[in-house]
């Protein structure tokens, strides 16, 4: 089946509204790339979380031209120190901040997810080619000589030369072009609070990120907003059973407050302190996919898929956001080769992509692993971070690539 005749064959269309879709409308826009952005939700938020961008998704920013006003909205933690939750030791540090900057080119920095999200876009949509069309939820999706077809809820249909899926964990798009299983639920909960720093004692207003070690389980803190609020995210292991969705799990304060409380029995004073002052958390079920081992989940005929989308990933190594940048970056490069065909451009991008993405997804679940270790292997992983510290806990192939 052919493309309707009056449509404008050089657009794209970007499917998902979200931090990976927003990237990959600013870089394509970058590239001279005319698109349309289709979000399902019709209010613009993201969720009221932190996150973390290593230094090489901050050198993405910065070559976007987005590097004026980096230091307004995050924060550049100057080290990250891992501590044991039974007794808050210390045992191990990585400097980071200026360190970052002369080893890789950029710091690593800490963001409200929020800010963002509305960073990218606003971003985004100063260039002219780049249109918004909020409040519309994919239903159908048709490969077609020459493009591709989009039907929505309520009833909408428009077609673009080349589709970009970035709509997610659990992503429409991927389940009509891939046809695989559904994300897996992983048994790890994430309980994330945002604090207000005012109201914290000085000892956790410092510029720096807490990675605390525990049984099964451990705890990451780092200040966002510039300083004026403090993120904190539990992760633990559990056998509930979780929604088939996963996100932002409906469950009352005093029971999200008691599973807490319950998993980090034991832990020093200091800690317990810190997670005592939370009055309102929220959940999330944590589900991902296996480690890709081929190039045929990123790119399917004139279909792109992107970050989440074509390869979730455990938050063990908080590189989620910033694989959507880099795929982004190498969409825009690869759209850019117009001797070629797109199903060619969309090959050659996910054959680009997918080694390194295995390999990330790889590292954060063995992350994973070694922050939730018990018995003999807890002692083991203390002792390597006391004897080798920095250099066990930098990844140079990560952040300089």
């Known amino acids: 089946m052919a493309l309707n005749p009056t449509h404008d064959l050089t657009e794209l269309a970007v499917v998902g509204g979200g931090i990976g879709g927003w990237a990959a409308a600013l870089a394509l826009a970058r590239s001279g790339a005319k698109l349309k952005v289709y979000e399902q939700s019709a209010q613009v938020t993201e969720t009221g979380a932190g996150i973390g961008l290593g230094s090489n998704a901050v050198r993405l920013l910065q070559a976007w031209g987005m590097g004026q006003g980096l230091r307004d ?6 080290a990250l120190l891992a501590r044991r939750t039974q007794d808050g030791r210390v045992v191990g540090t990585l400097p980071m901040g200026e360190a970052f900057v002369r080893r890789y080119g950029a710091p690593y920095l800490t963001f409200h997810r929020a800010d963002l999200h509305a960073w990218l876009m606003q971003s985004a949509l100063q260039h002219a080619e780049v249109q918004f069309y909020p409040a519309h939820r994919l239903v159908q999706l048709q490969t077609l000589a020459e493009g591709v077809r989009l039907q929505f809820e309520q009833g909408e249909v428009t077609e673009a030369q080349a589709l970009v899926a970035a709509d997610g964990l659990h992503s429409v798009a991927r389940s009509m072009v891939c046809g695989d299983e559904p994300p897996r639920a992983t048994g790890h909960w994430a309980y994330r609070a945002l604090l207000p720093m005012a109201d914290l004692p000085p000892r956790w207003r410092a510029l720096q990120i807490g990675l605390w070690l525990g049984r099964r389980l451990h705890v990451v803190h780092y200040p966002v907003r510039g300083g004026q609020s403090l993120n904190l995210v539990v992760l633990l292991e559990s056998h509930r059973t979780p929604p088939q969705a996963g996100w932002d799990v409906p469950r009352s304060q005093d029971d999200m407050q008691a599973d807490v409380h319950t998993a980090l029995q034991g832990s020093c004073a200091e800690l317990i302190d810190l997670l005592s002052s939370v009055s309102s958390w929220r959940t999330w079920a944590l589900f991902d996919r296996p480690p890709l081992n081929a190039a045929a989940p990123m790119a ?21 956001a910033a694989m959507a940048m880099e795929d982004a970056h190498a969409l825009a490069h690869h759209w850019q080769q117009s001797a070629w065909r797109v199903e060619q451009r969309w090959a050659q991008y996910a054959q680009a992509r997918w080694p390194r993405v295995a390999r990330v997804q790889r590292r954060a679940r063995r992350n994973g692993q070694i922050f939730h270790a018990e018995g003999v292997w807890r002692f083991a992983r203390d002792l390597a971070l006391a004897v080798g510290g920095a250099r066990l806990m930098d990844v140079p192939w990560l952040y300089g690539a």
């Open 73 to 78: 909205l995050a924060c550049a933690p100057e």
């Open 300 to 320: 399917q005929g004139r279909v792109a898929l992107l970050g989440d989308a074509a390869h979730p990933m455990l938050p063990y190594l908080a590189q989620g």
